[in-house]
């Protein structure tokens, strides 16, 4: 498998360094591995802080600017970050306001986050938490570890970032960004499988003619295998899944999300379904976001997650942001 | 008695082992969650490798309390916070006593075990590495050889469960028919401890 890369080992802090001279208005600490907007810590503003394994970029570093997350902390490939890196960046962030991480629900990211706020609140900062738990394939019970976060990361990551950014206090904001992870629901499936850099071959064996129903974002196979459907077969799948799982009861924000090795003609052509099949369903569309934002490295596929909004959460989603991957209003 | 010396014996074997290993606990993970199992615990052994040589610490509990504190800073993912507690509490029961007996090993990976289990919410039979420290632990009083057979055939016994937490929880069914991988590196650290006895760290 050819790869634009070095060796393994230098990946991720490779990427940092070509992020560092990418974008001045970041500081991007290579050796601690945290990227934390250059203006940190804002007064008067909680700081969102966000983190998780590499290999899903634009998530998290790109969504660092005003508007959104005040701090990210990537992980090696597919392994959340290290305590301390999350309490490095709560502190760069706090301007007495206090932090809201934000933590998508897989095991190491949430037993590290957990540690990172107790080393944070020794430090005196306040600390908050929104765990996002969007993916309808997995089967939500006691007995497992419950849902996936995935698509939806990027609906909390704006919306929760943008309500920061106007002032609102901690607990205001954290509460916004439950009500946005509550309200959302993603479906993802696979075309192919990933190759990360340590291993340097498919994760899973995924024959041509088949894909997988029901992954996530990190090179695990998924909950089911068919032969392969054309897009608008697809896009019945993966809408009906979410829409068994939720009936919105006003309009949504649709993410029509790349896994990394899917062009946008393709991603387009899949909106176009999705988007078909919602009107199908009588649902309306508030907002539509095409692209790849939420990846796997290379795998090929593409992800829809619908996040049902009110009025509030619609205008604070069409707030102002200014990051190296969303950018509108300023 | 086992004195830091031992525990250093210990820490280093293990490290040699999942570096000997880290291909197959990559290629277990691979199957069920997102293969770096082995190279994250490489990365975490060879930093508490450095640590413990330049802070060369001086009691048992305190080399399993820096080996624990550095891989919770160095691994990442579910691996280093559930690694570096097992080794943390068990090295803060030994407290600062230069040497321990094998009864207190024991009475002090049974709280790490509980640390473990506490930390991540899981139960025997979960298809994690519980299922290997848990039997380990409990054959710990007949013996480092006991307990290292015990650990083996808990990694083994975990390839027909169904997994109930972690990544490999999210594959439901699919889990079935593989071994975990965390119950295997767990293996590797039980065993670990008969190359330490034995005198040799296995390097």
Not at chain 2, 17 to 40: C, K, M, P, W, Y
Not at chain 2, 155 to 169: F, I, L, N, Y
Request: hydrophobic share 45%; with cysteine.
């Amino acid at each position: 498998m050819k790869m634009l890369i070095n060796v393994p080992e230098t990946v991720v802090a490779d990427a940092l360094r070509g992020m560092a001279a990418a974008y001045p208005d970041l500081n991007v600490d290579v050796e601690n591995r945290v990227i934390v907007r250059r203006d940190a810590p804002v007064a008067g503003q909680v700081g969102l802080v966000s983190g998780g394994g590499s290999g899903h970029e634009p998530l998290h570093g790109g969504f660092v600017g005003p508007g959104m997350l005040a701090a990210a902390c990537p992980g090696e490939v597919f392994t959340s970050p290290v305590p301390d890196q999350m309490a490095r960046a709560a502190a760069a962030v706090d301007s007495g306001a206090g932090v809201l991480f934000i933590v998508k629900n897989y095991t190491g990211d949430v037993l590290n986050f957990d540690m990172a706020a107790e080393l944070a609140e020794d430090e005196g900062i306040q600390v908050g938490k929104v765990l996002v738990n969007d993916d309808v394939a997995v089967t939500d019970s006691l007995f497992t570890a419950g849902r996936r976060g995935t698509g939806a990361t990027l609906f909390v990551e704006k919306i929760a970032g943008a309500a920061a950014a106007e002032g609102q206090p901690l607990e205001r904001v954290e509460a916004i960004g439950r009500q946005v992870n509550d309200s959302s629901r993603s479906f993802g499936v696979a075309l192919s499988a990933v190759t990360t850099p340590a291993k340097g071959s498919p994760t899973f064996d995924l024959p041509p003619g088949e894909l997988e129903l029901g992954i996530g974002i990190h090179g695990e196979p998924g909950r089911e295998r068919r032969p392969m459907m054309t897009s608008g077969e697809i896009a019945d799948f993966a809408v009906n899944a979410i829409l068994d799982d939720m009936t919105p009861r006003g309009p949504v924000l649709v993410l029509v999300n790349g896994m990394g090795a899917t062009p946008l003609l393709e991603l387009f052509g899949f909106n176009a379904e999705v988007q078909r099949v919602l009107a199908e369903r009588g649902v309306a569309v508030a907002r539509t976001l095409v692209g790849n934002y939420v990846t796997s490295l290379d795998m090929a596929g593409a992800s829809v997650t619908l996040c049902q909004v009110d009025e509030e959460l619609l205008r604070l989603w069409d707030a102002p942001v200014r990051t190296p991957a969303l950018r509108w209003g300023m | 008695m086992l004195d830091a010396d031992f525990f250093r014996r210990w820490i280093t074997a293990t490290a040699a082992s999942v570096d000997r290993e880290a291909q197959r606990l990559t290629a277990l993970d691979s199957a069920i969650g997102d293969a770096d199992h082995g190279s994250n615990l490489q990365r975490g052994f060879a930093a508490v490798l450095a640590t413990l040589e330049k802070e060369a610490p001086q009691s048992p509990g305190a080399v399993l309390s820096l080996a624990g504190r550095q891989l919770i800073s160095t691994v990442g993912g579910a691996s280093g916070p559930l690694y570096g507690t097992l080794l943390r509490r068990a090295g803060k029961v030994l407290g600062d006593a230069p040497e321990v007996s094998e009864a207190q090993l024991a009475e002090a990976l049974r709280a790490g075990v509980d640390g473990v289990m506490a930390l991540g919410g899981a139960a025997p039979g979960d298809k994690t590495m519980l299922d290997a420290l848990i039997p380990a632990v409990d054959a710990l009083g007949e013996g480092f050889d006991a307990a290292r057979r015990a650990a083996e055939s808990g990694a083994v016994e975990t390839t027909p469960m169904q997994a109930r937490k972690g990544r490999a929880s999210y594959l439901g069914e699919r889990s079935i028919g593989h071994q975990d991988p965390g119950a295997t590196s767990s293996s590797l650290l039980i065993a670990a401890l008969v190359t330490a006895a034995e005198g040799g760290s296995d390097e």
